[in-house]
């Protein structure tokens, strides 16, 4: 009995081990990860671990001194380039490693290699999108240049310093958590960021859509309901502004075609969420100097998307911020100039249908003879599973990203309906991070506009500031040639005449320099009025947050960078300004129950602020989500319907309640009888005071508050639980400029006076330090959610002094 007691302990000691060195499903080996040596407890930081210390590392040729301050904002001295970007690769390795390596597996379609077959769809996506081909072709474009070869290499070399001297028990928690190592950085590592970007900034589309919207209503309908320009708008441009250059002659439009349709829809584009800037002039400030403001509005997550920091060497001085995994400074300001940027949602992403010449799709028909296709094989690694080889199809216009919908399992993410190519300028080569490395570098308005030539994707409007008092803007990029509406619908991938036909120069992408007026602002709306000889687009951010911002900085006299810090926050709406009394005029109190009379009474002394604590702000949004839906949906169908229809946007149903409130678009067909808005209205107020009261019970109390109904979070990027910030109550909303709702808003405040001594001011809604076990992790968010600014500490020596210095790390040579 003894010898069987024996080895039953045996077996159970055997069986533990093996349990805690083993994965359960999605859960590291608990061993390895509760492990006091090497595990999480690693991850524990003191309160503020700022300490001072010298480090040997390889590749540097001379000592590079870095300051932290107290939010542990690193100040990079360096005495050249080389160490200048080795240093950046390092320290931002140092605390946000996980960050860069996760962003650029997902860009590069790898992230099944670490977390199994759930991420195969994601995946095949990005590889059949052309991600991988395209960072290929950008990081060619980067090489070509020998000072932009140099700065990529060294900050590769400077994040594999890091990484190479790094012991498991050092390894970021999430490392841990999703039992992988970090590996070596490359430089194609950093061309994936532009791809992301690209993805996320200009890799919508609604052609598929607006086709299948087409095909059922027609040419008239289509045009009535989806004009090329809005009934009201504010553009980026001043309006009346004389276009000094002589246009490229326009391609004429191809022939009339209407592509075929498959049961798979695109993910529609998401309206009225977008980024600011805006600069005013010298001449209506009190100080006498430009002040410029940027704050763009991304997905919000912890680590946060951008990475603070200073660097300074021969010939440069710049602080801002970057995207960790890429060298230089993306938004910031130096000595001379300052400079932000919105996305322009220019029309860079086509979509073609091809016609095979049969099921072996060797050829393709186009121009007028057979093509041949060529293959390309992704290698696609999947943890625990056969790697994945994948054959995309690509002709001359792009990847033809799913071909066949009969194999499984289908192509489901992204939704990309079959049989047809894309082109995307995210496939170009193209060195993006030139225009950052010479605005880092800029004195004045000709290097500005110099560094924009270098800019391909995606495009953004770019404002700008000088010490020498100049303003201006630019919606920049290498926007394609084209014709009117064309990429508006699919388009005949056989027909030559649909390709595009060369770029608009970048001198004539639309510019305004010191304008009259003295303000230039951008918010995504339309970049030009009409008379801009160039096709850009045909859809583009609602025009009410421009206006707001417009307004405010037409009537500021001797403005402050406090003017523009509650300008950043401002939750007033143009919007419910402009449509909240015509609705309410079709309220008839009489025909009202005591809760309707209640509600209604409250949402006409709103002030039309989305304010946290507005309840009024809750039931005009409530309000007219089911105006627009009832509106829509008895002809258009549910979202959800899968019915591939694009519905007609909030600018032009609220033109259409304005100006033709009798419209047939307003009658429910689904009835006998025929509305009208007002009816619409009617019974679209009984159903939001219906729904808001079955949700938050007595209306008017504090759970109808604006902050309580809206939900708010911040993520972690992995949605790893305990890790992001929740749930928090706020305000703001797609219409107003605090355009924060959701998981989307302002990811980087910053205001910069110009001046002989410029200074700026900024913070983003997490901290520096990518570790969730840190202080320094969120420890800028209470002051972002309070609508706060931090100054920034821009040094102009390691030697200066401050009592915002905590520490010092000095790198030298191994």
């Given at each position: 009995m003894?010898y069987?007691k024996?080895?039953?302990?045996v077996?159970?000691?055997?069986?533990?081990?093996?349990?805690?060195?083993?994965?359960f499903?999605?859960?590291?080996?608990?061993?390895?990860?509760?492990?006091?040596?090497?595990?999480?407890?690693?991850?524990a930081?003191?309160?503020?671990i700022?300490t001072?210390e010298?480090?040997k590392?390889e590749?540097?040729?001379?000592?590079?001194?870095?300051?932290?301050?107290?939010?542990?904002?690193?100040?990079?001295?360096?005495k050249n380039?080389?160490?200048?970007?080795?240093?950046?690769?390092?320290?931002?390795?140092r605390d946000?490693?996980?960050q860069?390596?996760?962003q650029t597996r997902?860009?590069s379609?790898?992230?099944?290699?670490?977390?199994g077959?759930?991420?195969?769809e994601v995946?095949?996506?990005?590889?059949?999108?052309?991600m991988?081909?395209?960072?290929?072709n950008?990081?060619r474009?980067?090489?070509?240049?020998?000072?932009m070869r140099?700065?990529?290499?060294?900050?590769?070399?400077?994040?594999n310093?890091?990484?190479?001297?790094?012991?498991?028990?050092?390894?970021?928690i999430?490392?841990?958590?999703l039992?992988?190592?970090?590996?070596?950085?490359?430089?194609i590592?950093?061309?994936?960021?532009?791809k992301?970007?690209?993805?996320?900034?200009?890799?919508?589309?609604d052609e598929?859509l607006?086709?299948s919207?087409?095909?059922?209503?027609?040419a008239?309908?289509?045009?009535?309901l989806?004009?090329?320009?809005?009934?009201?708008?504010d553009?980026?441009?001043?309006?009346?502004?004389?276009?000094?250059?002589?246009?490229?002659?326009?391609?004429?439009?191809s022939?009339s075609?209407?592509?075929?349709?498959?049961d798979?829809?695109?993910?529609?584009?998401?309206?009225?969420?977008?980024?600011?800037n805006?600069?005013?002039?010298?001449?209506?400030?009190?100080s006498?100097?430009?002040?410029?403001?940027?704050?763009?509005?991304?997905?919000?997550?912890?680590p946060?998307?951008w990475?603070?920091?200073?660097?300074?060497?021969?010939?440069?001085?710049?602080?801002?911020?970057?995207?960790?995994?890429?060298?230089c400074?993306?938004?910031?300001?130096?000595?001379?100039?300052?400079?932000?940027v919105?996305?322009?949602?220019?029309?860079?992403?086509?979509?073609?249908?091809?016609?095979?010449k049969?099921?072996s799709?060797?050829?393709?028909?186009?121009?007028?003879?057979?093509?041949?296709?060529?293959?390309?094989i992704?290698?696609?690694n999947?943890?625990?599973?056969?790697t994945?080889y994948?054959?995309?199809l690509?002709?001359?216009h792009?990847?033809?990203?799913?071909?066949?919908?009969?194999?499984?399992?289908?192509?489901?993410?992204?939704?990309?309906?079959v049989?047809?190519?894309?082109r995307?300028?995210a496939?170009d080569?193209s060195?993006?991070?030139?225009?950052f490395?010479?605005?880092?570098r800029?004195?004045?308005?000709a290097?500005?506009?110099?560094?924009?030539?270098?800019y391909t994707?995606?495009?953004?409007?770019?404002i700008f500031?000088?010490?020498?008092?100049?303003?201006?803007?630019?919606?920049?990029?290498?926007l394609p040639?084209?014709?009117?509406?064309?990429?508006?619908f699919?388009?005949?991938?056989?027909?030559?005449?649909?390709?595009?036909?060369?770029?608009?120069?970048?001198?004539q992408?639309?510019?305004?320099?010191?304008?009259?007026?003295?303000?230039?602002?951008?918010a995504?709306?339309?970049?030009?009025?009409?008379?801009?000889?160039?096709?850009i687009n045909?859809q583009?951010?609602?025009?009410?947050?421009?206006?707001?911002i417009?307004?405010r900085?037409?009537?500021?006299?001797k403005?402050?960078?406090?003017?523009?810090?509650?300008?950043?926050?401002?939750?007033?709406?143009?919007?419910a300004?402009?449509?909240?009394?015509?609705?309410?005029?079709?309220?008839?109190?009489?025909?009202?129950?005591?809760n309707?009379?209640?509600?209604l009474n409250?949402?006409?002394?709103?002030?039309?602020r989305?304010?946290?604590?507005?309840?009024?702000a809750?039931?005009?949004?409530?309000?007219?989500?089911?105006?627009?839906?009832?509106?829509w949906?008895?002809q258009?169908g549910?979202p959800?319907?899968?019915n591939n229809?694009?519905?007609p946007?909030?600018?032009?149903?609220?033109?259409?309640l304005?100006?033709?409130?009798?419209?047939k678009?307003?009658?429910?067909?689904?009835?006998?009888?025929?509305?009208?808005?007002?009816?619409?209205?009617?019974?679209?107020?009984?159903?939001?005071?219906?729904q808001?009261?079955?949700?938050?019970?007595?209306?008017?109390?504090?759970?109808?508050?604006?902050?309580?109904?809206?939900?708010?979070?911040?993520?972690?990027?992995?949605?790893?639980?305990g890790?992001?910030?929740?749930?928090?109550?706020?305000?703001?909303?797609?219409?107003t400029v605090?355009a924060?709702i959701?998981?989307?808003?302002?990811?980087?405040?910053?205001?910069?006076?110009?001046?002989p001594?410029?200074?700026?001011?900024?913070?983003?809604?997490g901290g520096e330090?990518?570790?969730p076990?840190?202080?320094?992790y969120?420890?800028m968010?209470?002051?972002w959610?309070?609508?706060?600014?931090?100054p920034?500490?821009?040094?102009?020596?390691a030697n200066?002094q401050?009592?915002?210095?905590k520490?010092?790390?000095?790198?030298?040579a191994?």
């Open positions: 003894k069987f024996a080895i039953f302990s077996a159970v000691t055997l069986a533990l081990i093996w349990a805690l060195q083993h994965k499903g999605s859960l590291p080996p608990i061993g390895n990860f509760f492990n006091p040596a090497n595990g999480f407890w690693q991850n930081e003191s309160k503020h700022l001072s010298e480090l590392i590749g540097l040729q001379q000592p590079v001194t870095i300051r932290f301050d107290s939010n542990m904002i690193p100040h990079v001295f360096a380039n080389h160490d200048l970007y080795l240093a950046q690769g390092y320290i931002t390795a946000r490693l996980w860069m390596d996760i997902s860009a379609g790898r992230l099944a290699e670490v977390v077959p759930k991420a195969l995946d095949r996506y990005h590889r059949r999108m052309g991988v081909y395209g960072a290929e950008t990081l474009g980067i090489m070509k240049d020998p000072v140099e700065v990529i290499t060294a900050y590769t070399e400077g994040v310093s890091y990484v190479r001297n790094l012991s498991p028990r050092d390894y970021p999430e490392f841990k958590l039992d992988y190592k970090p590996e070596e950085w490359k430089p590592n950093c061309a994936f960021l532009l992301l970007m690209s993805e996320t900034l200009a890799g919508g589309s598929f607006m086709t919207t087409l095909k059922k209503f027609g008239a309908t289509v045009k009535d989806f004009p090329d320009y809005p009934f009201r708008t553009p980026i441009i001043p309006a009346g502004t004389k276009w000094d250059f002589k246009a490229l002659p326009i391609p004429k439009p022939k075609f209407l592509a075929e349709q498959s798979i829809k695109t993910t529609q584009k998401v309206e009225g969420i977008g980024s600011n805006w600069v005013i002039a010298g001449s209506k400030t009190a006498g100097y430009p002040i410029l403001a940027n704050d763009p509005h991304l997905n919000l997550t912890l946060s998307i990475y603070q920091m200073q660097m300074e060497a021969p010939g440069v001085n710049v602080y801002g911020v970057t995207l960790p995994g890429a060298p400074v993306v938004i910031g300001y130096n000595n001379k100039i300052s400079w932000g919105t996305n322009v949602d220019a029309d860079v992403l086509d979509w073609y249908q091809i016609k095979f049969d099921a799709k060797n050829e393709y028909w186009y121009n007028n003879k057979w093509n041949k296709v060529t293959r390309r992704e290698e696609i999947i943890r625990g599973e056969k994945l994948d054959t995309v690509y002709t001359h792009g990847p033809v990203v799913y071909e066949d919908t009969n194999k499984k399992p289908h192509y489901s993410y992204g939704n990309i309906p049989g047809t190519a894309l995307w300028i496939h080569e060195d993006e991070f030139k225009t490395y010479l605005l880092n800029g004195k004045n308005y290097d500005y506009r110099t560094a924009l030539t270098y994707a995606p495009a953004q409007n770019f500031a000088s010490a020498d008092k100049d303003i201006a803007i630019t919606p920049n990029g290498k040639l084209k014709f009117k509406d064309q990429g508006k699919i388009l005949d991938g056989s027909d030559a005449d649909n390709d595009w036909h060369g770029w608009i120069p970048a001198a992408n639309p510019t305004a320099r010191n304008p009259a007026q003295g303000y230039l602002s951008s995504n709306q339309w970049s030009t009025d009409p008379s801009y000889p160039y096709y045909w583009f951010g609602p025009y009410e947050r421009g206006k707001r417009n307004t900085l037409a009537v500021m006299q403005a402050t960078v406090d003017s523009m810090r509650t300008l950043q926050t401002d939750n007033y709406s143009i919007f300004q402009d449509v909240l009394a015509e609705m309410i005029k079709y309220i008839d109190p009489s025909k009202l129950d005591e309707q009379v209640q509600v409250i949402v006409k002394k709103w002030n039309k989305f304010d946290a604590d507005e309840v009024g809750s039931i005009f949004n409530a309000w007219w989500v089911n105006f627009y839906t009832q509106t949906q008895d258009f549910k959800t319907d899968n229809l694009k519905w946007n909030r600018d032009r149903t609220e033109q259409l304005l100006k033709d409130p009798q419209s678009w307003f009658d429910n067909t689904t009835t006998p009888v025929t509305e009208t808005a007002g009816d619409a209205l009617n019974n679209s107020f009984a159903a939001t005071v219906s808001l009261t079955r949700k938050y019970g007595k209306p008017g109390n504090s759970k109808w508050q604006w902050g309580n109904v809206k939900k708010t979070y911040i993520n972690h990027l992995a949605n790893i639980p890790f992001g910030a929740g749930n928090f109550k706020a305000g703001g909303t797609a219409t605090n924060l959701d998981g989307h808003g302002p990811s980087w405040r910053m205001v910069v006076q110009m001046g001594q410029v200074k700026g001011y900024g913070v983003f809604p330090s990518g570790n076990g840190s202080f320094f969120d420890d968010l209470k002051t959610q309070n609508g706060k600014l931090n920034l500490l821009f040094m102009q020596s200066d401050s009592n915002k210095i520490s010092t790390l000095t790198l030298t191994k």
